[in-house]
Structure formats: structure tokens, C-alpha cells
């Protein structure tokens, strides 16, 4: 009597029981010809293969690329200088960053709670804003993110770390307006994201030339 290792071991009625389907499929595909069996496997795989490209098709067409922002903005005085180029992501596409030119990562606890030290914020390019508004300040010294009152001044969000300018007439000059945070659910796994780095091979090569962006 043939007994499979499965069954030896008791794992066979539990595999049934888990996957009732599945195992119903394989006894059906068991009693059929050799013939059969073969024109079935093709259909399978000619079937998997489509559901392939269905699955990269979506994925294309969920996700965008995004300019990172080279360095990080300070929720501080904005004291570093960054030398480096920007890079590229991708990220999922929603209602707030259809809007969004770029992302750039928060350094600091000046604007906790709306924006935690080390999170990535969506941005738009601009050179106005208004009070209210969340901006990304190029102060010459590198880039802070600020909120600005009623008369047009830059203030921290944690009234623990209140915003100082370095000295009177230092530079400053409006860049983006900070639209929110970047979620995790924004972002791909990792196999989405190695299967957009192939599938979108001239999307990349175009955006890096668009954004100076060397290999």
C-alpha cells in the first residue's frame, strides 16, 4: 500500500481541512489523463501569467515617483548644509500628495507633535504662503520647517523649542509649503518596490535627467 509522508505523519487531513478547496482540486486533477493533466497545467500557468501582468499593471498604476529632498529640515535652527543629491521613491498615489513635488525628512522636536523628529513630510514647490501655513524655509544655512503667524514669522509648533533666527538679517527664502506627513501605507514593500524599480526602468531614467539626479 502506497502511503505518502504526509499521511504518515497525520498532515494530510489537516491540509484537507485548512484548504478544502485546494485539496478538492488536486483529487479532481489526480483522476484525470496524462493528456488532461498537461492542458490544464497550461491553462494554469497561461492564466497565472496574465494575473501577472494584471497585478504589475496596478501596481504601476498605484504608485508614483517622488523627488526626496536631499539632507533633512531641521524642526531647529536649520544649521546643516547639504552637499548631497536628491534621490527618488515610490509612493502609493492619493488625494495629498496628487499635489506633492517632493518629500524631505524632519529633523528635530520643534514641530512635535504635528511632525515627529525623523518623519517624512510631503511638500509643494512654492515661494509664497500664508499664516498658517507649514513651510520649508531655505535659510541659507540649510532648510528649516516652520509655521508662520499672522505676521508673517516662523515659529515652532512645541512651545518647548521656540524658533530663534540666527542673527538679523539672515537669509530666508520660502521654498514649498508642507502639505502632511508620509504614512507607512504610502509606501511599497519591499517586492512592490523591486518589481516598480524594473517595471518603470524609463520612468526612472526620465525622472533623474528631470531632476539632476546622477547614477
Same mark, same amino acid.
Given at each position: 500500500?502506497?502511503? !505518502?509522508?504526509?499521511?504518515?505523519?497525520?498532515?494530510? +487531513?489537516?491540509?484537507?481541512?485548512?484548504?478544502?478547496? %485546494?485539496?478538492?482540486?488536486?483529487?479532481?486533477?489526480?483522476?484525470? !489523463?496524462?493528456?488532461?493533466?498537461?492542458?490544464?497545467?497550461?491553462? /494554469?500557468?497561461?492564466?497565472? #501569467?496574465? %494575473? #501577472?501582468?494584471?497585478?504589475?499593471?496596478?501596481?504601476?498604476?498605484?504608485?508614483?515617483?517622488? *523627488?526626496?529632498?536631499?539632507?533633512? /529640515?531641521?524642526?531647529? /535652527?536649520?544649521? =546643516? $548644509?547639504?552637499?548631497? #543629491?536628491?534621490?527618488? @521613491?515610490?509612493?502609493?498615489?492619493?488625494? $495629498?500628495? =496628487? =499635489?506633492?513635488?517632493?518629500?524631505?525628512?524632519?529633523?528635530?522636536?520643534?514641530? #512635535?507633535?504635528?511632525?515627529?523628529?525623523?518623519?517624512?513630510?510631503?511638500?509643494?514647490?512654492?515661494?509664497? /504662503?500664508?499664516?498658517?501655513?507649514?513651510?520649508?524655509?531655505?535659510?541659507? +544655512?540649510?532648510?528649516?520647517?516652520?509655521?508662520?503667524?499672522?505676521?508673517?514669522?516662523?515659529?515652532? $509648533?512645541?512651545?518647548? *523649542?521656540?524658533?530663534?533666527?540666527?542673527? =538679523?538679517?539672515?537669509?530666508?527664502?520660502?521654498?514649498?509649503?508642507?502639505?502632511?506627513?508620509?504614512?507607512?501605507?504610502?509606501?511599497?514593500?519591499?517586492?512592490?518596490?523591486?518589481?516598480?524599480?524594473?517595471?518603470? %526602468?524609463? %520612468?526612472?531614467?526620465?525622472?533623474?535627467?528631470?531632476?539632476?539626479? @546622477?547614477?
Amino acid at each position: 500500500m502506497d502511503v !505518502s509522508p504526509a499521511e504518515l505523519l497525520g498532515l494530510q +487531513n489537516s491540509y484537507n481541512a485548512a484548504y478544502p478547496e %485546494e485539496a478538492s482540486l488536486i483529487c479532481s486533477f489526480r483522476q484525470l !489523463s496524462t493528456r488532461s493533466q498537461r492542458i490544464l497545467k497550461r491553462i /494554469a500557468e497561461t492564466m497565472a #501569467e496574465e %494575473e #501577472e501582468r494584471d497585478q504589475e499593471e496596478k501596481l504601476k498604476e498605484d504608485f508614483a515617483l517622488f *523627488l526626496v529632498h536631499p539632507g533633512k /529640515a531641521a524642526a531647529g /535652527a536649520g544649521e =546643516e $548644509v547639504f552637499d548631497q #543629491e536628491p534621490s527618488y @521613491c515610490f509612493l502609493r498615489k492619493n488625494d $495629498v500628495n =496628487e =499635489e506633492a513635488d517632493g518629500i524631505i525628512r524632519v529633523k528635530g522636536h520643534s514641530m #512635535e507633535p504635528d511632525y515627529p523628529d525623523g518623519r517624512s513630510l510631503y511638500y509643494k514647490k512654492a515661494e509664497t /504662503a500664508k499664516p498658517g501655513d507649514d513651510v520649508l524655509v531655505n535659510t541659507g +544655512n540649510g532648510y528649516v520647517v516652520k509655521r508662520l503667524d499672522d505676521k508673517y514669522q516662523l515659529y515652532s $509648533v512645541n512651545p518647548d *523649542l521656540p524658533y530663534t533666527v540666527a542673527y =538679523e538679517d539672515m537669509y530666508m527664502k520660502i521654498e514649498g509649503i508642507i502639505l502632511g506627513l508620509v504614512p507607512s501605507t504610502d509606501r511599497p514593500n519591499k517586492q512592490e518596490r523591486d518589481i516598480l524599480e524594473t517595471l518603470m %526602468e524609463e %520612468e526612472i531614467r526620465a525622472f533623474r535627467i528631470d531632476n539632476g539626479i @546622477c547614477d
